[in-house]
Every structure is written in structure tokens, then in C-alpha cells.
T-cell receptor
Framework: AQSVSQHNHHVILSEAASLELGCNYS??????LFWYVQYPGQHLQLLLK??????LVKGIKGFEAEFIKSKFSFNLRKPSVQWSDTAEYFC???????????FGTGTKLQVIP | NAGVTQTPKFQVLKTGQSMTLQCAQD?????MSWYRQDPGMGLRLIHY???????DQGEVPNGYNVSRSTTEDFPLRLLSAAPSQTSVYFC???????????FGQGTRLTVV
């Protein structure tokens, strides 16, 4: 079965600091990977997605993620965070052949001005 | 642009009551799903549908029913509400399960 782990539950950064949020999945075959963001009081929105091709994926608002198949990882990065990036971030996976999308438990990011 | 519309936004139920959370999408998406969001547990899949007339269980289906009579609508029914069902519920739709999901605004349900 597919599963997703996000090891950082709560991250606090100062503005302009660099961000890396970890995401690991467990499935040996082909996967589709997503990062979603949930701003306070809002619904989830897609940040970026990986289906195939270039393992370095660029998303909205300066976010990027790198798919490393050998490590079963899809970490989210941003070189310089802003206060407006304060939100909860969810990694999600859909394994080929599974009719479900599984979400991680989320990472709450707090950016201090 | 309506996207995914959920109603109601807030609801308080007494234990044992039943209710239906409504979800409608206007993007002609085949895939629809219901999640519940609880602190520290992320989003957990309750039920999903890959098309009209087809539904299946997710991770936490107990206490919930769904139906999909049309492509647009995917209501979630709580049969007999329990305090453990206090949560925020999100409906989502996508063209396929491996494409971007569009989420509704959520329903905050409290069962007392």
C-alpha cells in the first residue's frame, strides 16, 4: 500500500531563511507526487506536482521540489521564505494502479518577520 | 468560477443525528473524494468515486455513506453522528486521481 511520511511537524523560520520540508513515500513502483499548501482558514491548493521527466519540479511562489527515486523522497524547498508562506504543507502520493491519493500528516510552517 | 462547492460551512450536530454534507463541482471531473482533516493526522480519505455510479471506501469509511448519481454531485452522509466525527471535511475533485485535485472550502462539523 502507498503511504507518505512527513517528519517535520512544525517548523519555525525567520524571513529570508531557506526552507526544506521532508517527504518520503513507500511504494516501489511508479508514483505521482504532489505538494499542497493550506493557508490559515483556507482550503488546500496545489503548489507543484511530479508525474515524470525532470526530477526537479518548479511550482508557484518560488517553491521547488526534487524527486529522488533511490531515496523515495520528494522534498520541498524554497531559497528564501516570506511571512506570507506561513501555512501548512502537505505531501501526497498516488501510486500507479491505486485509485487513491494519500496525504501526509502535514508540516506547519511559521515564518517570523 | 465556482469550482468545488461545499455546503454547509459550519454545522453542529447532536450525537445520533444524521445529516448530509453537500459537494458539487462544475468542472466535469470524473474523480471525487471526501477527506477529513484532524490535527496531527493530515487528511484521511473517507470515500471516493471514479465516476457516476461508482464509489469505494477510503481509509476511514465507517459511519459515512456516499453516492454518486451524477458527475457533478458527491454528497457525504453521516448516518448517526458521534463525537469522534467532529472534524473538518473537505471534498475534492480532479480529472483523474493522478492529476491536480481541487478542494472545496471545507465544512467544520462539531458533534456534541
Amino acid at each position: 500500500a502507498q503511504s507518505v511520511s512527513q517528519h517535520n511537524h512544525h517548523v519555525i523560520l525567520s524571513e529570508a531563511a531557506s526552507l526544506e520540508l521532508g517527504c518520503n513515500y513507500s511504494y516501489g513502483g511508479t508514483v505521482n507526487l504532489f505538494w499542497y499548501v493550506q493557508y490559515p482558514g483556507q482550503h488546500l491548493q496545489l503548489l507543484l506536482k511530479y508525474f515524470s521527466g525532470d526530477p526537479l519540479v518548479k511550482g508557484i511562489k518560488g517553491f521547488e521540489a526534487e524527486f529522488i527515486k533511490s531515496k523515495f523522497s520528494f522534498n520541498l524547498r524554497k531559497p528564501s521564505v516570506q511571512w506570507s508562506d506561513t501555512a501548512e504543507y502537505f505531501c501526497a502520493v498516488n501510486a500507479m494502479g491505486y485509485q487513491k491519493v494519500t496525504f501526509g500528516t502535514g508540516t506547519k510552517l511559521q515564518v517570523i518577520p | 468560477n465556482a469550482g468545488v462547492t461545499q455546503t454547509p460551512k459550519f454545522q453542529v450536530l447532536k450525537t445520533g443525528q444524521s445529516m448530509t454534507l453537500q459537494c458539487a463541482q462544475d468542472m466535469n471531473h470524473e474523480y471525487m473524494s471526501w477527506y477529513r482533516q484532524d490535527p496531527g493526522m493530515g487528511l484521511r480519505l473517507i470515500h471516493y468515486s471514479v465516476g457516476a455510479g461508482i464509489t469505494d471506501q477510503g481509509e476511514v469509511p465507517n459511519g459515512y455513506n456516499v453516492s454518486r448519481s451524477t458527475t457533478e454531485d458527491f454528497p457525504l452522509r453521516l448516518l448517526s453522528a458521534a463525537p469522534s466525527q467532529t472534524s473538518v471535511y473537505f471534498c475534492a475533485s480532479s480529472g483523474h486521481m493522478n492529476t491536480e485535485a481541487f478542494f472545496g472550502q471545507g465544512t467544520r462539523l462539531t458533534v456534541v
